[in-house]
């Protein structure tokens, strides 16, 4: 089947920094991959839709300048959380489309000190 | 995309069949019916999906009623391994995007 790949698997970076999430389909190109964020006991919440060579699409009340999304080939995609922040600790999963079906990373987590 | 209700929590044997019930009783008639399940700290993994007829694939069996308002999960013989939380989801085949609800956490004992 389609496999997906994160990288890092987890991360811890200090209050400000900014820290960048890679997103990669292995063996199957993805011109769109989505990214999602689930706290601690709760479900995966849909963040943007990433789109390669054009602008990612940003759910409501995600915002766009503090979650910079890039798709600059078909096969990754990459989140920038900038000026991280504690409540942004979270982990962080990215799915690629293959045809009609969705296939997932094995996620990041990201720890925000 | 229609919404769907779960259980919250359902326990099952080791070696008994795990019926996971999903509503969508506003789904439309071009939603497809998708389950996913999540280990605990991994991605989502792909189960089965349908549109109206009963699925079958290795791992799971899917069951939609006539009217497509209500479907069940059916993983044969749950292992330890299959714990999980399990999600319902529907959603027309060609927009992509899944939206996650609470899902149901299945626990299969010994």
């Known amino acids: 089947g389609a496999v997906v790949s994160q990288h890092p698997s987890r991360v811890i970076c200090k209050s400000g920094t900014s820290v960048k999430i890679e997103c990669r389909s292995l063996?199957?190109?993805?011109?769109?991959m989505f990214w999602y964020r689930q706290f601690p006991k709760q479900s995966l919440m849909l963040m943007a839709t990433?789109?390669?060579?054009?602008?990612?699409?940003?759910e409501q009340g995600v915002e766009k300048d503090k979650f910079l999304i890039n798709h600059a080939s078909l096969t990754l995609s990459t989140l920038t959380v900038t000026s991280a922040h504690p409540e942004d600790s979270s982990f962080y999963i990215c799915s690629a489309l293959q045809g009609n079906e969705q296939y997932f990373g094995p996620g990041t987590r990201l720890t925000v000190t | 995309d229609a919404k769907t209700t779960q259980p919250t929590s359902m326990d099952c044997a080791e070696g008994r069949a795990a019926n996971l019930p999903c509503n969508h009783s506003t789904i439309s008639g071009n939603e497809y019916v998708y389950w996913y399940r999540q280990i605990h700290s991994q991605g989502p993994q792909y189960i089965i999906h349908?549109?109206?007829n009963n699925e079958t694939n290795e791992m799971a069996s899917l069951i939609i009623t006539e009217d497509r308002k209500s479907s069940t999960l059916i993983l044969p013989h749950a292992t330890l391994r299959d714990t999980a939380v399990y999600y319902c989801i529907v959603r027309v085949s060609n927009t992509g995007k899944l939206i996650f609800g609470q899902g149901t956490t299945l626990q299969v004992k010994p």
């Open positions: 063996d199957f190109q993805a011109t769109t």
């Open positions: 990433s789109n390669e060579g054009s602008k990612a699409t940003y």
């Open positions: 349908g549109l109206k």
